[in-house]
């Protein structure tokens, strides 16, 4: 080749990208599988409707789990929303409500994340989040993600959902199991 022709110049080096590490209050450990925890927590049934909490796995500092609602008939023949929830975050009295109460008291809803400030923020108090879900015109889930793990007994499930006459409901379960399987999930790697 000629001295005209030169090789061009090696491209620079690549810039240094730093990891994101998701926040403990967003979700799952991601170097974690979870323990199941055989917990089952019937919190209503009607001649109408069924609502249960389902399917909680446990992780070194948090819990997710299924909320489930199932129909008798079809939602689409009472001509109403199928999950219950606000629509388009608008808060209504009639709409389905959820929570859970802490034994020091403390309680987390779905109405409220308690949690509006940057995203590396750690949120003033437990926090419980909507991880995706979905079904059908029968049946559906959501899971849910609950920040930080509950102290010692007791764990209450609270619900209300006035527009399908279900009146204030608390469940309360022991929090043994939960906090025993937390303590022997294994870290994938360091």
Known sequence: MSEFFEPPLPPPEPPTLEEHHRPPWFGPPENELGAAVPIQVELVRTERLAIAVLDLVAFS???????????????????????????????????????????????????????????????????????????????????????????????????????????LTRREIAVGPILDAAANVEQLWA
């Open 61 to 167: 500092t948090e819990v997710s789990f299924t909320f489930a609602i199932r129909h008798r008939h079809p939602r689409h023949e009472r001509g109403d929303s199928f999950c219950g929830f606000h629509d388009q975050g608008e808060w209504r009295p009639d709409a389905l409500h959820f929570g859970l109460q802490f034994a020091d008291g403390a309680k987390v809803t779905t109405d409220r994340t308690g949690w509006k400030r940057q995203p590396h923020d750690p949120p003033e108090g437990p926090l419980l989040m909507p991880h995706g879900g979905g079904g059908g015109m029968r049946s559906w889930n959501a899971q849910m993600w609950l920040w930080p793990l509950p102290p010692p007994e007791p764990l209450a499930f609270v619900c209300e959902w006035l527009a399908e006459g279900i009146a």
